[in-house]
Structures are given as C-alpha cells and as structure tokens.
C-alpha cells in the first residue's frame, strides 16, 4: 500500500493553492497524523491479516455509501487473494454493530470474537479499523461539500439517538442512564495492558501524553502506533489556534457523542463547551435532548446551523448535504472554521467507537 499521496486529499479532489487545500495546510498536524493513522492501521503489526483489514475497511466504507472510499479499498482489496472465512464473518458481524449502531455494543460481542480466535490486541485494532473508517468516510464526506462536490446519498437532519440505560455496569457499578455533565468514570471489557509490560520506550510514548494511569488508553495502547497516530490527530483537531472557537468544536463533538449514544464522550465534551462557550444553560438543553428529537430545537442562529450540520454528518450513512453548508456559510464560517466543524465531528465518529465497543461508563462514589 502506497501512502505516497494523502488519501483524502486525493479522494475530496482538493485542488491544490485552492482555499480548501490551504485550510488543510494549515492544520498540517491533523492532516499528517490522519495519514499515519491510516499507515499504522492498514501496514502496521498486526495478528489481522492485510485481507481481513482491507474487507473489513471496504465494507465499513460502503455502509457509510462513500463511493470513493469504498473504490480505493475495493482496489487495495483486488490485489490479494479473496477469502471468507467464519472469522472475517464475525469480523464483519461486529464492523456492522459498531457502524449502524455503536450503543448495542457489549462485552457479550466481544467474547464471540474471541471465540473465532481473536487475542485482546486484535480486537483494539479490528475496533480500531471500523472507528477510523467511519471518520474517513465523513471526512471525505465533508471536505467535498466545503470543496463544492456532489455528494451521494439523501440529505437532511439527523436526531438524537438511542443511549444506555442499564442501572449497573458489568462489573456491578452504577451506571449513568442518562446524558450528563458531570464527570465519569469508564470501565473496559477488555484487560488494559499493565503499565510494567510496556517497553521503556512505550512507557515514554504513554507518559507524554499523561496515558499512562488511564485504563482507557492503556487497552488502547495493545496497538501502540495507531494510539499515538490517534491522539496526535485528535490534538490537531481539537488543539489549534484560530478558524472555529473550540467551544464549537467541543459542542460538534458533544452532537456526535448524542448521535451515537455515548454518554461517556458527550460528559466530557459538554463540559469544556459549556465552560469555553460561558453557556451552560444552552449546553445541557442539548443533553436533555430525548432519543429521536432535534437537537437544534432553541438554541441561537450560528449553534442550531452548527448542531443541525453535526449530527447530519454524524448518522448512518450520513445526510449532511449543500444546504447545510450554505447555512454555515451565511453564519460566517469561512473555510477554515468549516474544516474544523467537519473534523471535529467526524473525529468522534472514531472516538464514540472505541468507548462505546471496549467498555462503558459509570458513575463515581459521592
């Protein structure tokens, strides 16, 4: 696999010293940690095999209807030997759960992978593929329409979705049931890979980025270089001077955690938009939100054109068309501020992903 160009760049049909190209320049971080993500995903070490991470990724990419994804992985794919077996069947039983509806994600899922065969290392990258090809595929999504591309597909507004609402966790703790601002805590499925059976240079890797107590990262970090790809890339996004104030960055995040269902991301993410945004109120009008209604319903002009852009983008396939585009515009986003709308929401299609397939949260002793 060649990464001699960058994927999305060539998928979008970004024109170079066009607006949109320059944009992407300027969040270079995001932009070359995207394309290493990509590399550690599909040419990395792994116990899954080139064909099993190539029909995994394809089938993910044509279940989100982006035809050019789906073409680039279709090619990819043609090159090797075809084969299907009970394993890539589980493989692509868990990529449909995780892509359609992430919340019916379990710890029984998890098991019946492990029952064809998958290790614990295996199944955070098999996790891993479907989350990242779900933000690729509305990445590509976006920048086309900011570039002026057709776009395939119907268009229109996406609602709140479903959530958890199990009282306890499975390891016996109380579980919220319920969209909130305060602070979690999220317990895995899966065995985090102790501190001590890192190497001393992973041990740098995870203390760089303050990972190293964190049950989270630590299970994620069973594949080490696609963790580090990743929280460089969510760092570009999220972590960068002008184009979109972070506080709509963080409520884009907070859409695409209500979208999916993941309580977990949307506490953290409402929390920092409600502090940066000095909006609380609006803020948890948003989490009050029940499943199947707008999420735009009385906020202000610029957040409801927001908001309603976010969670279109966020469905399955997504339904973020022109229209939506040309509402951002007349709100004042130029085309960096539209950049940084469209990653920040497609990057918690990846991020909801991994919470909601790998554990869940539960609420702290008072």
């Not at 969040?27 to 991470?53: C, M, V, Y």
């Not at 993410?269 to 009050?288: D, T």
């Not at 279109?312 to 939506?324: D, E, I, K, Q, Y």
Request: glycine letters at 6%; one cysteine or more; hydrophobic letters at 40%.
């Amino acid at each position: 696999m060649s990464y001699a160009t960058d994927t999305i760049n060539t998928l979008a049909v970004i024109a170079p010293g066009s607006d949109l190209a320059a944009a992407r320049e300027v969040r270079d971080a995001a932009t070359q940690n995207i394309i290493k993500s990509e590399k550690a995903l599909f040419d990395g070490p792994s116990g899954l095999s080139r064909q099993e991470r190539l029909a995994i990724a394809l089938q993910v990419a044509g279940w989100h209807h982006e035809e050019q994804l789906s073409a680039y992985y279709r090619t990819l794919l043609q090159k090797l030997t075809p084969q299907s077996t009970p394993r890539l069947g589980a493989a692509l039983a868990h990529a449909e759960t995780l892509t359609f509806h992430p919340v019916k994600a379990s710890a029984e899922g998890l098991n019946v992978l492990k029952s064809h065969g998958f290790n614990a290392e295996e199944i955070v990258t098999l996790s891993q593929i479907i989350a990242f090809v779900s933000f690729q595929s509305r990445l590509v999504r976006g920048l086309r329409l900011i570039n002026g591309e057709s776009v395939a597909g119907n268009t229109g507004n996406a609602l709140a979705g479903e959530w958890h609402t199990q009282p306890r966790t499975l390891d016996d703790r109380a579980a919220p049931v319920a969209f909130t601002a305060q602070e979690l805590g999220w317990t895995p499925w899966l065995a985090a890979k102790p501190y001590t059976e890192f190497s001393p240079d992973e041990q740098a890797t995870l203390t760089r980025f303050g990972h190293q107590d964190s049950d989270y990262f630590r299970l994620l970090g069973r594949n080490l270089p696609v963790l580090e790809a990743r929280t460089l890339t969510d760092k570009g996004i999220f972590y960068t001077a002008d184009g979109l104030p972070r506080a709509e960055r963080e409520l884009a995040a907070t859409v695409a955690s209500k979208v999916n269902g993941c309580i977990y991301c949307a506490s953290v993410h409402a929390r920092k938009a409600g502090q940066l945004s000095k909006q609380p109120e609006a803020i948890a009008q948003l989490l009050a939100v029940a499943p199947g209604e707008s999420l735009s319903q009385g906020q202000s002009a610029r957040w409801q054109t927001e908001i309603e852009f976010a969670a279109a983008l966020s469905a399955t396939p997504p339904t973020a068309g022109a229209a939506h585009l040309s509402a951002l515009r007349e709100q004042g986003l130029d085309t960096l501020a539209l950049l940084d709308l469209v990653q920040s929401t497609a990057f918690f299609a990846w991020a909801n992903r991994l919470m909601l397939t790998l554990g869940e949260p539960y609420l702290p002793e008072a």
